[in-house]
């Protein structure tokens, strides 16, 4: 059947650009789908050093943030990847079937090994095989992510190939579901994408900051001098990028923005974005308050989730053992 499988790491509050790039498609695809899983990839998440006790709370606030954003539990299993052991089992016999230079030509990673250079631990090379187990192991079909995320996708599909050619007819071919709004940009620096990992928590707007600090943050946000608002995404990202910003959570086009608030200066423009940012997240704000206060009724959803999701990783797995001659 069918199957939509998507991943989000734990590695701290989700924001805005997962939400827009990401967690609404998935709130969406759960009522037009019948199989639906969203996973909480922990694994990932120590691609980098995470500690422990922020690692467990993460894991908390994504599931928290998850349900309020509308994931629906009774429609889609949500759960934790580490509670369903087959994901690394999967991983393992993906990274024997995967040659050095497929996975080396990937941007994410030529980016990220001249970053951290000799510090690079073989995890953050790996991670994308990891990734087309999650995957493949629920033999998923329609993945919604980032844009950032299509060479992934890609490389599940090569691997199903690649699998389904030694060994036999058995993984569906996985496709990227993609967004029509465009990725979204650092307050900070409009030209990288807006990150959980960025230091500067400034750069990003968390599914769960007040008012007060989505204010804060909008009016910090680096734009020009150019006082008018219009689009241009090239030379000026900043603007721009609060008008995408705009544009997602209201459905508008640019033009229609831009013709809007044409009588507006920045300082009006950012006021304005302030508002509609405000007015879409309080109701999810303050749905996570809530779930903090229930933190057994949250641990139970994972815990239905990683049975349900346990119960079909098993039946493959065993299946792929077989043809592997595991078997
Ligand atoms: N800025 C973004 N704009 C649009 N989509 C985005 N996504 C992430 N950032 C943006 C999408 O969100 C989903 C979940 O992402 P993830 O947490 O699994 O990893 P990530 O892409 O690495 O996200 P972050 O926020 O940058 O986390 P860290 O800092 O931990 O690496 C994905 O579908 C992603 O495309």
Redesign the pocket.
Known sequence: PPTVF????P??I??I??Y????KNWVHMQNTHQRVLFCI?DL??VT?PQNPNALRQSIFDTAACLLACGIDPDKAILFQQSDVPQHSELCWAFTCLTTLPRIQSLPQWKEKSEKYAKDINVGLMTYPILQAADILLYKGTEV??????IPHVELAQDLARIFNYRFGEFFPKASAVIPK?A????LRTPTS??????IDVKS?IDLTDSPEVIRGKIKKAVTDFTPEIFYDPDNRPGISNLMDIHAAFTGLSSDEITEQNKLKNTVGYKSEVADIVTQYLTPIREKVLRLREQPEYVQQILDRGAERAGDIAQENWMQIRKLMGFK
């Open positions: 998507s991943g989000i790491q590695t701290g989700p924001h650009g997962n827009l790039g990401a967690i990839v990932h998440s980098l919604p992510v980032g844009e950032d995320q709004s990725r979204i940009k650092s994408k807006m990150s959980k990992s960025e990003r």
